[in-house]
């Protein structure tokens, strides 16, 4: 059958094992074989279905668990986000030290990654990116999707951080001094290292100068020239 998956001709192939599982309707590797079939002829529906009887004959299987897994995928290839997000989720609640926890964490960020909306939208999907992602690099540092979960959890950072910013921004523009100042340190102390950080501090800094409260803001203002020149102030 392989030849023929090789050539596409996956009519074939599927003819082939589904005329296996016929004979054993619930032989577990004719069930995988067939699942993987349909997933690379593009047949998911039939593919979440093999890969469903896998998981309610053998529950207690590592062929369940990782069929579990390929439903996630193939509900994120999809791009049915949150289909794929329960998946996951359940995954790693319901198999805490399984080895595909970390690909779990993973996958979970990205499907809320992937909803990610501009800074003035409704970011409750950026939040969610950001859970899983360090959720991830908290439990698993070393593994190999720890570096690119990083440059994802500093974008998700970086644009709850911005959220933050531009309403101290309008406050700023406002007069409201001590509204401003509150929300700058917000985003200072719930991400500290947003790219705009020496901007913030500088407006968390002139905020409090405007406030008459200037040995605040002199140290405000020396430490927001202490990130250096890569730093825009």
């Known amino acids: 059958t392989q030849v023929w998956m090789d050539s596409g001709q996956f009519e074939k192939a599927i003819a082939f094992w589904q005329a296996q599982l016929d004979k054993d309707p619930s032989n577990r590797d004719v069930l995988i074989k067939l699942a ?9 529906p039939k593919a979440i279905e093999s890969f469903q009887e896998v998981i309610d004959n053998y529950p207690y299987s590592e062929y369940s668990l990782l069929s579990e897994l390929a439903i996630a995928d193939i509900h994120f290839d999809r791009e049915n986000y949150e289909e794929a997000s329960s998946y996951y989720h359940d995954f790693v609640e319901l198999h805490p030290n399984h080895p595909k926890v970390a690909y779990a964490l993973y996958r979970n960020g990205l499907c809320s990654y992937n909803q990610m909306r ?3 939208r409704d970011q409750a999907p950026t939040r969610e990116a950001a859970a899983q992602f360090r959720a991830l690099l908290e439990r698993f540092p070393s593994s190999e999707m720890a ?3 990083r440059v994802r959890l500093a974008e998700a950072e970086g644009r709850l951080a911005k959220q933050i910013i531009e309403i101290a921004d309008f406050y700023y523009s406002q007069h409201d001094y001590h509204a401003a100042a509150r929300r700058s340190r917000l985003a200072l102390t719930s991400y500290p290292s947003h790219p705009d950080r020496a901007r913030t501090m500088v407006m968390l800094g002139v905020s409090l100068s405007r406030l008459r409260l200037h040995g605040e803001a002199e140290g405000t203002l020396r ?6 020149p890569d730093e825009e102030v």
């Open 36 to 44: 993987n079939i349909n997933r690379q002829a593009g047949d998911y």
């Open 118 to 120: 501009a800074a003035d």
């Open 147 to 149: 570096p690119d979960a």
């Open 223 to 228: 430490r927001a020239l202490e990130f250096g």
